[in-house]
């Protein structure tokens, strides 16, 4: 069965440092994977997706992804944070033969000036 | 914007009452997913539909029921309500299968008193 596990339920950094979330799949087969932000109060966004091709994604917001089947890894990078980049980010991944979602628990971010 | 409406924003009931909660979806998906998010279970698919026909279901209880209808709306059910069924409940909609991004509303949070 799919799975997802994000490590680090709350990561703080400062403005303007890296940001780095981690996220890791269990999957039978190569999966599509997510990356969501959610902002309080509001729904959740995509940031970025793999399904095929290059592994290093690239997102909105500056934000790039890197899929590495070996490590079964999916972490989600920016190389600087900025003070609105704080919200809850989330993992996902589907198989290629079904649509629903699979989430982590959600890593909420937080940036400090 | 998403472009995916969900009414109503909060919704407010008792125990053991019924509610109906509506989505829109954007213009020409054929798919629309729901999901719940609360504090102890997180993000969870519920159930999909695709062009009106159920298409595939996740932890949705026994008590809820959905339906997609010919305009590609959809409602999503929740009867016999009890203080655990308050969450968030999200609509997304995609417009084809599989690795697709799917668009989420913004959300109606149900609150059983």
């Known amino acids: 069965a799919q799975s997802v596990t994000q490590l680090g339920s709350h990561v703080s950094v400062s403005e303007g440092a890296l940001v780095l979330l981690r996220c890791n799949y269990s999957s039978s087969v190569p999966p599509y994977l997510f990356w969501y932000v959610q902002y309080p109060n509001q729904g959740l966004q995509l940031l970025l997706k793999y399904t095929t091709g290059a592994t290093l994604v690239k997102g909105i917001n500056g934000f790039e992804a890197e899929f590495k089947k070996s490590e079964t890894s999916f972490h989600l990078t920016k190389p600087s944070a900025h003070m609105s980049d704080a919200a809850e980010y989330f993992c996902a991944v589907s198989l290629y033969n079904t649509d629903k979602l699979i989430f982590g628990t959600g890593t909420r971010l937080q940036v400090f000036p | 914007d998403s472009g995916v409406t969900q009414t109503p924003k909060h919704l407010i009931t008792a125990t053991g009452q019924r509610v109906t909660l509506r989505c829109s979806p954007r213009?020409?998906?054929?798919?629309v997913y729901w999901y719940q998010q609360s504090l102890d279970q997180g993000l969870q698919f519920l159930i999909q539909?695709?062009?009106?026909?159920?298409?595939a279901k996740g932890n949705i209880l026994e008590r809820f029921s959905a339906q997609q209808f010919p305009d590609l709306h959809s409602e999503l059910n929740l009867s016999s309500l009890e203080l655990g069924d308050s969450a968030l409940y999200f609509c997304?909609?995609?417009?084809?299968?599989?690795?697709?991004?799917?668009?989420f509303g913004p959300g109606t949070r149900l609150t059983v008193l």
């Open positions: 213009s020409g998906d054929l798919s």
């Open positions: 997304a909609s995609s417009g084809r299968l599989a690795g697709n991004e799917q668009f």
């Open positions: 539909y695709y062009n009106g026909e159920e298409r």
